[in-house]
């Protein structure tokens, strides 16, 4: 059975294991790496999941597979574009991937995204064929602009895309 919940200040810890995780599991996915991230202080993990929780602006949310954390996803109000929030970190436990924790995950986030009013919600995927590619386009995001590097020195590249939220125009 899986749930989804929004992290708790206290919860940084599992934070920090699951985004080491995922870095070291999908290294491909991520503009970030293991090596940069695994640098980072116990203080500073706490004080980045304190600072989410409190914001009003980022939504850190945790997929559970009945009682184990599987899943992660965070969302950001873009600082630019006030009716624009933005997905990051999304990753799914290799041990619970096909139960449905992606999927729940990104409606949560979207749920999220219009409770506070935003009308459009962006993402970026590492391009091709690929299982989140995939479930983004099922869930009805779509590309939105050229690829772009997805870090420094890398050969792969990042698709952007979005999701229209509320009405999309005429009914009639």
Not at 72 to 101: H, N, T, Y
Request: glycine letters at 8%.
């Amino acid at each position: 059975m899986i749930s989804v919940h929004p992290a708790k200040s206290d919860e940084w810890k599992t934070y920090r294991d699951m985004r080491l995780r995922a870095l070291l599991d999908s290294p491909d996915a991520f503009g970030s790496t293991h090596e940069a991230e695994s640098t980072k202080t116990d203080a500073m993990w706490s004080a980045r999941i304190a600072a989410a929780a409190s914001s009003g602006k980022d939504r850190v949310l945790f997929a559970f597979n009945r009682d184990d954390a599987c899943g992660l996803i965070w969302c950001k109000l873009s600082s630019d574009e006030p009716a624009v929030a933005d997905l990051f970190q999304m990753w799914i436990d290799p041990a619970s991937r096909g139960m449905g924790a992606g999927r729940a995950l990104l409606n949560e986030a979207v749920s999220w995204a219009e409770s506070v009013g935003v009308n459009r919600v962006r993402l970026g995927v590492t391009a091709g064929d690929t299982p989140a590619m995939r479930l983004y386009a099922a869930c009805g995001f779509r590309p939105d602009g050229a690829l772009e590097p997805l870090r420094e020195h890398s050969h792969l590249t990042v698709q952007p895309m979005s999701l229209a939220l509320g009405p999309v125009g005429p009914t009639d």
